[in-house]
RNA sequence: GCCCGAGUGGCGGAAUGGCAGACGCGGCGGUCUCAAAAACCGCUGACCGCAAGGUCGUGUGAGUUCGACUCUCACCUCGGGCACCA
């Protein structure tokens, strides 16, 4: 018989460093390794240790540990990793600021981040905690650096760079952004250096296509990356230099062009201000001018690159190169909008069909004969059947739409033109068979520029030997470590720290000087989650082994910021450690290419008024503002309950405050429905002896239990926490409907059961007190079972049905759940029979257990 | 300019093509209290009506359908990515 019984208060501080004691006593988060159980594997983002966490990581952690949780009582054998991503630059400038070293500063911040993770409650394995920054992980970095160097996948080039000068180093390409460095917003130069480059640009048709297979990604993640690696279909072509009798040479220029059924309508031609041999080109008389765009040219690469509305300049170099099609001769110009790195820095000018040389042949007084001409367009009617170059203008403002027919274009004349169309290939097809031209592919992505002339990364392994050149430091003398005893504060750098830099090199074994580089930390996270799978190995960064239990990574949890670099750079390196062998070719799965079979981007967390929280705003609200007057548990459920995963939100205090109060309910609901020693009547249920009250609460559990099961597994902890809160609701009923002395004790005990195990995954330490406290449990709740509903149990006898008249609903019956059809629009007509009156009845759509639909008019 | 995503009460947000607004916040009213807090209960899209009830309502306009927040097309607004990439 159900006794009283008197509730403790809610003491979340006592209940939640009592909790977190015992579970890192009981090493209650090591993973399983249980091979029998199915796997799976959840990863957040790791953190840069730039001091304490702030709320956007409360929010992803709680995500994946929310994820990962639920996962290990759903039965899976859970991996679930934290670590650092230790190298950067702002631990130097802390360094300098303090007069200390680096890893003082990342260490510290790294041990204060890890307090406020086991005070969340993360259920981290934390024997794997993986940093950057040891010599244990970075050895094994440099050691696949090497072996992508064996590969060819590493190469040095000399080519303009973005230079930071206030971070005082190189930038990749994509760590430009708007033009502006990634990390100080400072405007970067462009210098010539010689740098360590990793060849991306290999992978770049892989890492597209592989996008379609990521069905798990969010939709604008792929396409940023898409549009990152930019990839146009074209054709190269090649166009002779005229000699001074207008006779094409032997000498050629190539253009790149995604349009070269425009080639007929090409009346000029142009050159960027940097081509390789432009100045041994240009005639006497248009040197100054020529001179004058370069100049301007130069100037502007220096400016913020961003204006839309850029002016063009030119100028005419006095020569001439001949168009293959026409045979027509095209002045060669100098434009400072032709751009070195895309391409081949040389282009056709076809003004009629691209807008910039559109203008550009507006401003210089050049022809612009329309040679793609829309159907519409007052212009076909006079063009269409006319094949050779009549008309030279167009009354157009601005150039031609890809859509249309070829006019003016001799044998294509007629053939519908645009990208990819039939004259593209036709034109293409007529330039191979003659030599002079073939389908190419252009991308935008470049290769990866990984040095950085720092001093907190990972040492690139090489060795710089006056005899011998560079050469790779070899694999028995990994790691390369970086020297302790820098006064980065004195402006020390690698580069001038001799005990660093002089060494004797591997292969003469002369004196040679070290390389002083440092890699690009998206290097250290572009395969740390292979290292979280084997931390301790010292033979190796992983094993085959671990790797095929564990990899890919199923549930990959971070914020959008990401989307290109380092998602990107994951891509690219998982597939480069497929090439080198590293990973077993398993028949069944296939091989590791993805190493992220799904991604979460969660939202950010903005202020009450919408802005980013940041230090300089002065309105950043940290974890512990809420966990210290609430417990960690309310933080964990407000970062979840407030929005769905993936979009922003505005902080809201008053929301959390309605999450603590749902805990602080739940706590005494769960008390109040497990009557002391509930655990001996707690008999199996028979829903058929339940009636009224009890029934209608063990069919709200059945349904909501489902619907919440339901939302975890797809990730909508929002309105999981919802469920539960109507399974409250429903609870809070059936006490104030039945007395006390007349409960189904064995019901109640039931959903408190129920309650406890699905808040758990949310509020682990609240709930691990009530599993034990007031459930009387031994082991801990996370070992708890997923509570199983069932379907069958939420059916009731009778149901409320819509009774719409022309699709408006006019009224709601009550009928049995297995009425006849015909009975049903009897009486579905009955009850709206005031609205049928002086109407036909033209028809009756029923839907069983929900609606009718009268048609009539 | 090209591409992607999103528009639902006072707010955060729910809704396999089938009763729009679940759940929570805020607000209003009440219970308890000397009082307050806490807690609990009720109401809360707009408009008309004493009421019964009715009309409107998911950015705008069309369409498909017995029925559209949901599907299709066009447009508007906001957010994001790429951008002198030929």
Not at 295 to 303: G, K, L, N, R, V
Not at 569 to 594: I, P, Q
Request: glycine fraction near 8%; hydrophobic fraction near 40%.
């Amino acid at each position: 018989m159900a006794k009283h019984r008197d509730i403790p208060a809610y003491d979340a501080q006592a209940i939640e460093e009592k909790w977190q004691r015992i579970w890192e006593e009981q090493d209650l988060f090591k993973t399983e390794e249980d091979p029998s159980k199915p796997k799976r594997y959840v990863l957040e983002m790791f953190p840069y240790p730039s001091g304490d966490l702030h709320m956007g990581h409360a929010r992803n952690y709680a995500i994946g540990d929310a994820m990962a949780r639920q996962a290990r009582m759903a039965g899976y054998d859970v991996m679930h990793p934290m670590g650092f991503d230790a190298f950067g630059l702002p631990a130097e400038n802390a360094a300098i600021k303090n007069h200390t070293q680096p890893a003082v500063w990342t260490y510290a911040n790294m041990d204060t981040s890890l307090a406020t993770m086991r005070r969340m409650g993360f259920s981290y394995d934390y024997d794997r905690l993986v940093r950057t920054c040891d010599p244990s992980y970075y050895r094994w970095e440099q050691w696949l650096f090497l072996k992508m160097w064996e590969k060819g996948l590493v190469t040095r080039k000399t080519s303009p760079v973005n230079w930071c000068p206030s971070c005082k180093t190189v930038l990749a390409n994509e760590q430009v952004v708007d033009g502006r460095c990634w990390r100080c917003d400072s405007v970067p130069e462009r210098v010539e250096l010689e740098q360590w480059y990793l060849k991306i640009t290999d992978y770049a048709q892989e890492l597209l296509d592989g996008l379609d297979t990521l069905t798990g990604w969010p939709e604008r993640v792929k396409q940023m990356q898409r549009n990152w690696i930019g990839r146009s279909e074209g054709a190269n072509i090649a166009f002779a230099l005229a000699d001074d009798a207008g006779e094409p040479t032997e000498e050629t220029f190539t253009v790149f062009t995604t349009r070269p059924d425009t080639l007929f309508g090409a009346t000029f031609f142009l050159l960027a201000p940097e081509y390789p041999g432009l100045d041994a080109l240009v005639l006497p008389e248009h040197e100054a001018e020529v001179a004058e765009v370069k100049a301007i040219a130069e100037a502007t690469s220096a400016f913020d690159r961003q204006a839309t509305e850029r002016e063009k300049h030119g100028a005419f170099t006095g020569r001439y190169v001949v168009n293959p099609v026409s045979g027509r001769l095209l002045p060669i110009w100098v434009a400072d909008y032709v751009l070195t790195d895309y391409g081949t820095g040389a282009v056709m000018g076809v003004p009629s069909g691209d807008e910039r040389d559109f203008q550009f042949a507006r401003k210089y007084g050049l022809p612009i004969p329309p040679v793609v001409v829309g159907e519409d367009d007052p212009l076909y009617e006079e063009l269409k059947d006319v094949t050779g170059l009549e008309v030279m203008d167009v009354p157009w403002e601005s150039a031609m739409a890809a859509e249309g027919r070829l006019v003016q274009s001799g044998p294509f004349t007629g053939m519908k033109g645009g990208h990819g169309s039939e004259a593209v290939r036709a034109i293409i097809d007529w330039l191979s068979e003659r030599g002079l031209g073939e389908a190419k592919v252009e991308w935008r992505l470049r290769d990866w520029l990984i040095s950085r002339q720092r001093y907190w990364g990972t040492p690139i392994p090489a060795v710089h030997c006056p005899k011998c050149g560079i050469v790779p430091v070899p694999e028995d003398e990994l790691p390369v470590v970086l020297p302790a005893t820098l006064d980065l504060a004195a402006g020390e750098t690698l580069a001038e720290c001799p005990e660093f830099y002089e060494t004797t090199c591997p292969v003469c074994g002369g004196p040679a000087r070290r390389e002083t580089d440092t890699m690009d930390t998206f290097c250290d996270s572009s395969w740390y989650y292979l290292r979280y799978l084997d931390p301790h190995d010292d033979q190796g960064p992983f094993t085959r082994e671990s790797v095929g239990r564990w990899m890919p990574v199923d549930n990959y949890i971070g914020g959008i910021e990401h989307a290109i670099l380092h998602l990107l750079y994951s891509r690219f390196w998982t597939r480069v450690m497929r090439d080198l062998g590293l990973f077993d070719a398993d028949a069944a799965e296939g091989e590791l290419s993805e190493p992220f079979t799904n991604l979460l981007c969660q939202g950010m967390v903005k202020d009450e008024h919408g802005d980013v929280m940041s230090k300089s705003k002065g309105n950043v609200v940290p974890p512990s503002s809420v966990i210290g007057p609430y417990g960690a548990d309310t933080m964990r459920m407000a970062v979840l309950f407030v929005a769905p995963p993936e979009k922003d939100f505005n902080w809201d205090p008053n929301a959390v405050a309605g999450c603590n109060r749902f805990i602080k309910r739940a706590w005494r609901l769960v008390f109040e429905l497990a009557p002391e020693g509930w655990l001996e009547a707690a008999d199996e249920i028979d829903p058929a002896a339940l009636s009224g009250e009890a029934a209608k609460l063990n069919r709200s559990l059945h349904a909501l239990g489902l619907r919440c099961t339901r939302d975890f597994d797809r990730g909508q902890y929002n309105t999981a926490i919802s469920a539960m809160m109507e399974l409250a609701n429903a609870a809070g009923a059936y006490l104030s409907a039945v007395a006390e002395g007349e409960r189904d004790a064995a019901l109640t005990a039931k959903v408190a059961r129920a309650l406890v195990a699905l808040l758990a995954p949310i509020c682990p330490f609240v709930t691990e007190e009530l599993y034990h406290e007031a459930l009387g449990f031994e082991g801990s709740v996370y070992d708890e079972p997923w509570p199983a509903f069932d379907e069958a149990q939420t059916v009731t006898e009778t149901v409320q049905i819509a009774v719409q008249v022309l699709g408006k609903v006019r009224a709601r019956i009550d009928v049995p759940r297995d009425i006849a059809e015909d009975e049903l629009e009897a009486r579905a007509l009955e009850a709206v029979s005031r609205q049928l009156e002086g109407k036909t009845v033209r028809k009756i759509v029923s839907v069983p257990g929900r609606l009718v639909n009268i048609v009539a008019t």
